[in-house]
């Protein structure tokens, strides 16, 4: 049983070191808007019940029971985020805050019988995967739209970060996960690009857009 204070740098550091596997204690101070010794007697305490592996001025890692508890927090997170959106009509620009609550509830047999209650999802609403109850996850080998070219035609799958404003920016562009999306061109200068989709003959997708949108080549 962890505090949800525990939880939080928990997900916090399995989120930041997902590709990299180490985080740096500067990186994560901003990344949850706290002062460097809370965030340091933090890992201390951490460490001391296994959860990571820390030592002064190095990066931190998780270690694989830290690893574990991170990703059953997480699985919490996104089934309850799937759950507000196909069980209670919430949009998908709606449920971070929700879910960010209902992650912290002690109860297995509560978030077992709201995967039954989907069907099992593999992804949540923003196509990210949902951990199975041994906390293995696994993303699929999608490709950011930024890394596409002209001429390239991909189904939009995933996001890469889910704030609000960015889904909202996606709701008011009709850009859905599923999407058929075809590349028109590619602006040398910044990268803009130029794209069709669904009733859109034409639309501009800055990069900036573009490096936050997953997606898979269709042949």
Known sequence: MYS???ENYL???FNLGNHKGEVNVNELSRELDLKMPTVNSMMKKLAEK???HYESYKPVRLSEKGKKEAALIIRKHRLTEMFLVEKMGFGWDEVHNIAEQV???QSPEFFAKMDELLGFPKIDPHGSPIPDQSGKMAWPEYIKLSECKAGDTVRFRAVTHSSDEFLKFLNSREL???TIIHIQS?????NTFTVSYGNRASAMLSHIAAEKLLTEKVS
Not at 186 to 190: G, H, N, S, T
């Open 11 to 13: 997900k916090a550091l």
């Open 186 to 190: 590619v602006e040398p200068f910044d």
């Open 4 to 6: 949800q204070t525990e």
């Open 103 to 105: 992650e912290h509830i």
């Open 176 to 178: 859905l996960l599923g």
């Open 50 to 52: 296994g959860l990571i």
